[in-house]
């Protein structure tokens, strides 16, 4: 298996302002994945965090409002931009293991608040 | 597109009752199913998986069984405890490793003693 950090675990933030979240991982990772999951609601993929690359992103998902980034194999962050009450959500993010693609890990979910 | 549609909930049962989570789904190809489980307070774990038509995953006494015919993947448990309670997700992935998960909305499930 693997150990995802994520970090925060959780913030309240003002309207406006914008927050990044980060990702590590301890094992190898062939992909790496940000999800979003509303309250009382499922879990909806945001984006593909692509090494060295723009990441891939879902429809109705752009990267102006959410930025992603992954320099290297076992670390990403996903940054909320210009935020309003709406991004209120659990933020999560999720890898494959290198020789493991069919199982998806996750981290324990930064959850956000915009006040 | 994919989706994945499960029963909603909540689900409330008795301890050493029968389980059924019904799970649907569609998909292009030959998509890879799983059931993950959320307990209070923590996060996703997944519970069981089968990557082929007539595969059964199993963990912890819960079972799935992966029918192509009726694109199904409901969740069984033949007696379950409280320590259960929590909620569930049906998942498909569709391709390879490159493919993010798609969810169903989730099921919250209740055991009471």
């Known amino acids: 298996s693997a150990v995802i950090s994520q970090k925060p675990s959780r913030d309240i933030c003002q309207r406006g302002t914008s927050l990044t979240i980060q990702c590590q991982v301890d094992?190898?990772?062939?992909?790496m994945f940000w999800y979003r999951q509303q309250p009382g609601q499922s879990l909806t993929l945001i984006a593909t965090a692509n090494q060295g690359s723009e990441a891939t992103y879902e429809s109705g998902f752009v990267i102006d409002k959410f930025p992603i980034s992954r320099p290297n194999l076992t670390f990403s962050t996903l940054t909320v931009s210009n935020m309003s009450p709406e991004d209120s959500s659990i933020y999560l993010c999720s890898v494959t293991l290198t020789g493991k693609n069919t199982e998806a890990f996750f981290g324990q979910g930064t959850r956000l608040t915009v006040v | 597109g994919n989706s994945v549609t499960q029963m909603e909930g909540p689900v409330t049962l008795s301890e050493e009752a029968f389980l059924t989570i019904n799970c649907t789904y569609t998909?292009?190809?030959?998509?890879?199913l799983f059931w993950y489980v959320q307990y209070p307070g923590e996060g996703l774990q997944l519970l069981l998986k089968a990557t082929k038509a007539d595969d059964k995953g199993s963990n912890k006494g819960f079972e799935a069984t992966y029918r192509k015919e009726t694109t199904s993947f409901h969740l069984e448990k033949g007696s379950v405890q409280v320590s259960d309670s929590a909620v569930y997700f049906c998942?498909?992935?569709?391709?390879?490793?490159?493919?993010?998960?798609?969810f169903g909305k989730g099921t919250h499930l209740i055991i009471q003693p």
């Open positions: 094992s190898q990772v062939t992909m």
């Open positions: 998942a498909l992935k569709s391709g390879g490793g490159a493919d993010g998960l798609t």
């Open positions: 998909a292009t190809g030959y998509p890879s």
